[in-house]
């Protein structure tokens, strides 16, 4: 597509529920990143897909948070039993190998 | 560990006067270096970029930043600021060589007044 695109836009879950986030990232782009930006931490890197292996998840901040790749393109992120501390803006971005990244609009979650 | 500092929290300017926003970085090496700019409600766009070569690069909208390896910094610089670019600014380093881990800066939330 044009961009990369999140979905949904916005979501508000109860505590403890589990919840997926989707990343369709720009396509031909091999290399896909979630960040986290939230008022506390800034913006923080998740994890790195390059094709469908994630080399570097360093930045997950617990078990409860996985993501998966297929098929080289829309990535998933997962969060499991959410806790109120997860409420942020989730954001994806795409590139090619070495370039720069390009962001989508972000999944603005909310834990209630 | 790399790390990025933007001294500046909050920077109010006006209309029409010139903008320096600061960046300092912690790195070994010369490390990838950018600025994306962040609108109410948007994403990150990016700004400008610095691989290597020339110091002074040119971006979108008019921006520019220097790389002073002697200070560690990459300053962004517009001489003229519209009020459409009351925004939030962020700097942000990744690995030379490697694949775009970001290390973000804080970022710095520029007002405009006419």
New interface residues.
């Given amino acids: 597509g044009a961009g ?1 695109s999140q979905s949904p836009s916005n979501k508000v879950t109860e505590k403890g529920k589990d919840v997926e986030l989707r990343c369709d990232p720009i396509s031909g782009h091999t ?1 896909l ?1 979630w ?1 986290r930006q939230s008022l506390g931490q ?4 998740l994890i ?1 897909f ?1 094709g469908n292996s994630a080399p ?1 998840k360093s930045g997950l901040p617990s078990d409860r948070f996985s993501a998966e790749r297929t098929g080289g393109s829309v990535s998933t992120l997962t969060i499991q039993r959410t806790q109120q501390e997860d409420s942020a803006v989730y ?1 994806c ?1 795409s ?1 090619r ?10 999944t603005r979650l909310t834990v209630v | 560990a790399q790390s990025v500092t933007q001294p500046d929290i909050h920077i109010t300017v006006s209309e029409g006067a010139s903008l320096e926003l600061r960046c300092n970085y912690s790195y070994g090496a010369t490390p990838y270096l ?1 600025w ?1 700019v962040q609108s109410p ?6 700004l400008l ?1 610095y691989f290597s070569g020339d110091t002074l690069v040119q971006g979108i909208k008019g921006f520019e930043a220097e790389f002073k390896r002697s200070q560690s910094s990459f300053n962004l610089r517009k001489p003229s600021v519209h009020w459409s670019d009351a925004a939030e600014y ?1 700097c ?1 380093v990744a690995l030379s ?11 710095t939330r520029l007002a405009v007044h006419p």
């Fill in positions: 990369v290399a990143y960040y800034g913006l923080e890197f790195y390059q570097d954001l971005a590139s190998s070495h370039t720069e990244a390009f962001f989508g609009q972000g | 950018f994306y409600g948007q994403g990150l766009q990016l970029k962020f942000a060589g490697g694949y775009n881990k970001l290390i973000f800066g804080a970022g």
